[in-house]
Nanobody, 119 residues
């Protein structure tokens, strides 16, 4: 079992910055993908960014150039630096960890942290 604890959400104005953090404990997978997804009520879940154990990254089109994902493999922590935030970034952000060969929903999810961007 894997536990994910997220932190760092909050409210900012347009153009502001926030940094999310997610710590994974328990039986984490040796080779894994950690990442962030977001969802607004009534909307589909959306990829924000993922990063593999060897630091290969993937970003959703809507956040490219504004968000940066990073990880500390020794501590199983993944961080998401969000800059130039826009109102459309408002959502619940969820951390995920999964084996690199698994599908997203075969992994584990955090409880979510709310990000609200006001205009």
């Amino acid at each position: 079992q894997v536990q994910l604890v997220e932190s760092g959400g909050g409210s900012v104005q347009t153009g502001g910055s926030l940094k999310l953090s997610c710590a994974a404990t328990g039986r984490t997978f040796r080779i894994n993908v950690m990442g962030w997804y977001r969802q607004d009520p009534g909307s589909q879940r959306e990829l924000v960014a993922t990063i593999t154990t060897d630091n290969t990254t993937n970003y959703g089109d809507s956040v490219k150039g504004r968000f940066t994902i990073s990880r500390d493999n020794g501590k199983n922590i993944v961080a998401l630096q969000m800059n130039s935030l826009k109102p459309e970034d408002t959502a619940m952000y969820y951390c995920n960890i999964r084996p690199v060969t698994a599908m997203i929903d075969q992994g584990f999810w955090g409880q979510g942290t709310q990000v609200t961007v006001s205009s």
